[in-house]
């Protein structure tokens, strides 16, 4: 018997390159989607036949209404340990096991120092007027004897402290449950919200989306930023309070934002950010390196494989 998988999002065609999709046991046909698609329906439709899904992140989300018109899906494998657009709790009551696979933070850390950088720098708006002819049109600044405000102090949000050390910067922390304790041990000093985002040069966001963080920094947040900061979102892009942050931008009462994740991914042509000399957009890419595509998919593959011989890895579902 034949088993149907369909890859999904692979925006750079590389799925197929990354694994060896040939050792999987029994006959399996792989279908390889390469947009995305949001309509649910249209989901829904697209991967009806298939009894099991290779998912990258969170590209394609999953939530209840979906696993309902997928009577045919047993397995759902998710690259990373966690992915908050997939309803566990459907997919465990629909019968879908869903697996996992590990990866690097390391993408993600020195995308937010690429990101910070070019900001404060002014790179990409230097490129840009460099082709146009024009020689040197911004003056940037040093991250020595700036402050950074780190809005969270996870994994990442350690990684990217150490890095704001050794680059000779002040370091300050906040979130919810942080303590002075843990902000030393990274570090950095932890401070109140208020005094993060009215101290702080650059504010970097190092949070997990959850209900709790949905929308967790607002209007009155932004506006106590100096004049000239600058706000990186690597995180997710639901965490900030888009129109707020549009406004701020827009009326330029920062200096600027080096974004990476947005409420609607992919971002619409047509998105306000877009026209915004003052932003730079990366494409949600901040895992997306060789290495890190490579675990993904190897693992990916191990984990169909196990799943197919009865014995599944990884398992995420309860």
């Not at 402050?147 to 102090?153: A, R």
């Not at 002040?170 to 304790?181: F, G």
């Not at 974004?259 to 950010?273: G, K, Q, S, W």
């Amino acid at each position: 018997m034949t088993t149907k998988l369909a890859i999904l999002d692979d925006y750079q065609r590389v799925a197929l390159e990354m694994a060896d999709w040939s050792g999987l046991p029994g006959e399996v046909d792989i279908t390889v989607f390469a947009d995305n698609e949001a309509d649910l329906d249209k989901v829904a439709a697209r991967l009806a036949p298939f009894e099991v899904l290779a998912a990258m992140r969170e590209r394609t989300p999953f939530p209840r209404a979906l696993f309902e018109k997928l009577p045919n899906l047993k397995l759902l494998v998710t690259t990373g340990m966690r992915n908050g657009a997939i309803d566990m709790a459907a997919a465990a009551d629909h019968n879908v096991t869903v697996c996992g696979t590990a990866g690097s933070t390391e993408a993600t850390v020195e995308m937010i120092w690429a990101l910070i950088q070019a900001v404060v720098r002014q790179i990409p708006q230097e490129d840009k007027a460099t082709r146009m002819g024009k020689w040197q049109t911004s003056v940037g600044w040093n991250l020595a004897g700036r402050t950074i405000g780190l809005v969270g102090l996870g994994r990442l949000g350690a990684r990217t402290a150490a890095i704001a050390n050794f680059f000779n910067m002040r370091v300050i922390a906040w979130s919810e449950n942080l303590t002075a304790e843990r902000a030393r041990e990274c570090g950095a000093e932890r401070v109140s919200k208020a005094e993060l985002f009215s101290q702080a040069d650059v504010v970097s966001i190092h949070l997990i989306l959850s209900k709790r963080s949905r929308g967790l920094i607002g209007a009155d947040d932004l506006a106590l930023m100096k004049p000239d900061a600058y706000l990186v979102n690597t995180s997710r892009g639901p965490i900030v309070d888009e129109n707020a942050m549009l406004e701020v931008l827009e009326a330029g009462r920062i200096g600027g934002a080096a974004l990476d994740v947005y409420d609607l991914e992919p971002l619409p042509t047509d998105h306000p950010l877009l026209r915004l000399e003052n932003v730079i957009i990366s494409p949600h890419m901040a895992y997306v390196t060789a290495e890190n595509m490579t675990q993904f998919h190897v693992e990916t593959v191990e984990d169909i494989a196990a799943w197919l011989k009865g014995e599944p890895i990884r398992v995420l579902t309860s």
